[in-house]
């Protein structure tokens, strides 16, 4: 899959979001730690609105070659960026909770915050890692099975709109932090 993405973007898209949250937290600096989250959580909602929103119908209404063709570019780089964005942004997440001392009293919201954090690495790393996969199976495949690749993608867009909704949950939860509840 990194060969199909290319070397550097496979690098690229696993290092930064994995060292950001670190070079954000031995900071120490809780300003430069929100800014790390705030970047890679917006990178990731922002990603998921366009996923769930846009490229997923758009996608389902290509003809079958069209299809294929866009997702052989697209599913190997957004497999290997969005898991470590989200690793990346759940990281930040807490590490800037530690530096604000959130953790050591913690709130409904936050309970709440990591609740849905763990929930959207479980779809994430689970269903929809396991959809990626076997999109970018079929696409690398000699014969296409085109009507696989297109069950595989509404499934993936469905669990796309769950994740999505979980994001905004979390949002609030932010909202929640933020004013103490």
Do not use: C
Request: proline letters at 5%; hydrophobic letters at 55%.
């Amino acid at each position: 899959m990194a060969d199909a993405a290319s070397q550097p973007f496979a690098v690229g898209s696993v290092a930064i979001p994995l060292i950001l949250p670190i070079v954000g937290y031995l900071s120490a600096d809780v300003r430069v730690m929100f800014t790390v989250h705030l970047l890679l959580g917006a990178f990731w909602f922002g990603t998921a609105v366009l996923g769930a929103v846009v490229l997923g119908p758009v996608m389902g209404s290509l003809s079958e070659e069209a299809n294929a063709e866009f997702a052989e570019g697209f599913v190997p780089k957004m497999n290997l960026l969005m898991e470590p964005v989200s690793v990346g942004v759940i990281g930040s997440g807490i590490g800037l909770a530690s530096m604000m001392g959130l953790l050591a009293s913690p709130t409904p919201s936050l309970w709440a915050a990591l609740v849905l954090a763990i929930a959207l690495l479980v779809l994430g790393f689970g269903p929809l890692h396991k959809f990626t996969a076997g999109m970018f199976d079929e696409i690398a495949a000699e014969e296409t099975d085109h009507e696989r690749l297109s069950a595989l993608n509404k499934k993936y867009g469905m669990l796309s709109m769950i994740e999505l909704l979980l994001m905004v949950a979390i949002v609030a939860t932010m909202s929640g932090l933020r004013w103490g509840f």
